[in-house]
């Protein structure tokens, strides 16, 4: 192909380009009409970000989507955002910004591909099918240039996939290796089965822990679809702002963003509400995928023992199944999930800065980081809950 026809733009909004351009090269299997292999950059999450307020002006996520067309036809897009801070990513790079401005550098603001507040592995190089490396390639040399060109300090790709990782490191770019944890459905038929791969010990605490989750005096139910009603979102806009306030200091999602996803969304999500009484006293808020359920939002307002760990980890399970999914993704940190069938799982991250030392520097840093991962996910799994070949552990 010639690259002489290639053409790359930064679009300051969504509505600057059509949902079925942009879905094209977003989720390519979606066009038989089923889901795509995850929600989170089609063109209609994306658009909910945006049009709720989430982000653009004041929120320090200011978008700046890349796209790339030749001969008119859009090939590749990425979900790209100028950040002032590095809030909302879950991968970590404080340090790096302290490090590089107490050396008189200015980190902020950086160029982020990445989906705001939304810790999930998925393609964040979005190609259309058969443009595969001429049109990742057009996207990385494009952001990079746009930072070089405007003296941005760096450029990173947060939750890639490992493909995508692993091409952007033949690119030159900086590879980053985290570590979540996931459930994996091993063919299990129902709850019951997935317990009777694990020792013992685990699968009596399990039981022990879902019967005092289901001894709160409520209900739970999984809602999705045409099933969501406004005063769901109602009550778990009061949950969501008790965990943002904590955990952020102020909800990252605007209440704006729960009516537009009830609108445009309500087949790509699965909310478990916990009710006393016909009263919402908790909730988990999951996204569903092609293959994947992942796991978002949780909140209460009342706390009841163990009701967190069965809304967010074993109903997710339970739907997971029942939906023949291949896993659940629990989301961004948290070690008691490996007690749950969480097992640690890589992800994936790509990295430009513009100076040649600090880039240096990091590059020494990523190297011992990635040793550290893999040894920290080889020990945790090592501690898993899943029974071992020992006798003792079978019984």
């Known amino acids: 192909m010639d690259q002489a026809q290639i053409e790359v733009q930064v679009l300051g ?3 600057q380009i059509s949902a079925a351009d942009w879905d094209a090269c977003a989720c390519p299997e979606a066009a038989d009409g089923g889901r795509p292999l995850d929600p989170f950059t089609t063109h209609r999450f994306l658009s909910a970000l945006e ?11 200011q978008p700046q989507y890349l796209v790339t067309y030749q001969d008119g036809m859009l090939i590749a897009a990425a979900p790209m955002y100028a950040k002032s801070h590095s809030q909302g990513e879950y991968i970590f790079d404080h340090n790096w910004a302290h490090a590089y401005e107490n050396a008189g550098g200015r980190y902020y603001p950086k160029l ?12 964040r190089f979005l190609v259309r099918p058969g443009y595969e490396a001429l049109g990742m390639s057009a996207l990385v040399q494009g952001a990079v240039q746009l930072a070089a060109d405007n003296r941005v300090s760096s450029v990173h790709a947060t939750f890639c996939t490992e493909e995508e990782a692993l091409a952007g490191k033949q690119m030159g770019l900086m590879l980053r290796e985290s570590q979540q944890f996931h459930w994996l459905n091993d063919g299990y038929k129902d709850f019951d089965g997935f317990l009777s791969a694990l020792s013992s010990r685990k699968r009596k605490n399990i039981r022990k822990e879902r019967a005092q989750a289901c001894d709160f005096g409520g209900d739970i139910r999984t809602l999705t679809g045409d099933d969501l009603r406004p005063e769901h979102w109602d009550a778990f ?7 943002g306030a904590r955990k952020w200091g102020s909800p990252y999602l605007t209440r704006q963003f729960f009516d537009i ?30 293959e994947t359920l992942f796991g978002r939002y949780w909140g209460c307002v009342e706390h009841h023992a163990c009701l967190h760990f069965e809304l967010c980890y074993y109903r997710a399970i339970d739907f997971a199944i029942a939906q023949g999914l291949a896993r659940v993704e629990a989301g961004a940190q948290g070690e008691h999930k490996l007690a749950r069938g969480y097992l640690p799982t890589r992800t994936h991250s790509l990295h430009w800065v513009a100076d040649p030392g600090f880039a240096d520097a990091i590059k020494k840093y990523l190297d011992a980081e990635t040793h550290a991962v893999g040894q920290e996910i080889e020990i945790l799994t090592e501690y898993g809950p899943f029974r071992k070949s020992n006798p003792e552990e079978q019984q």
């Open 13 to 15: 909004t969504l509505s």
């Open 51 to 61: 049009d709720s307020g989430s982000v653009g002006p004041g929120t320090g996520w």
């Open 261 to 290: 996803a009830q609108e445009t969304m309500a087949n790509d999500m699965a909310l478990v509400l916990a009710e006393r009484d016909g009263y919402p006293i908790a909730g988990a808020l999951n996204f569903i995928g092609r």
């Open 237 to 243: 806009w009061r949950f969501y702002q008790d965990t």
């Open 112 to 123: 982020q591909i990445a989906v705001p507040f939304t810790p999930a592995t998925g393609r």
